[in-house]
């Protein structure tokens, strides 16, 4: 009868060992999921900075070559005219 009691105890406490086990994988999933999702939202708003980066960068050389296209071109005029 004791070897019975001893059983069941024992059975009671794998029962329980694996119910835990279930819930922290269930929780381990659902983490990884959620940084997954940050991640890819990480990723996303990276790959958006570069293309602003990217384009601002555009404007900014733009910019210069019109100012230096506008400094040769008075630099010639103004060596032309003497």
Not at 32 to 52: H, I, M, N, T, W
Not at 62 to 72: E, R, T
């Amino acid at each position: 009868m004791d070897n019975l009691s001893k059983e069941l105890v024992r059975l009671k406490q794998e029962r329980r060992i694996a119910a835990m086990v279930r819930l922290a994988e269930d929780d381990r999933r659902r983490r990884e999921a959620q940084e997954s999702g940050r991640r890819q939202a990480e990723q996303k708003l990276r790959q958006r900075e570069d293309e602003l980066y990217k384009e601002l960068l555009s404007v900014h050389q733009g910019s210069v070559d019109s100012y230096l296209q506008a400094i040769i071109t008075k630099t010639v005029d103004n060596a032309s005219a003497e």
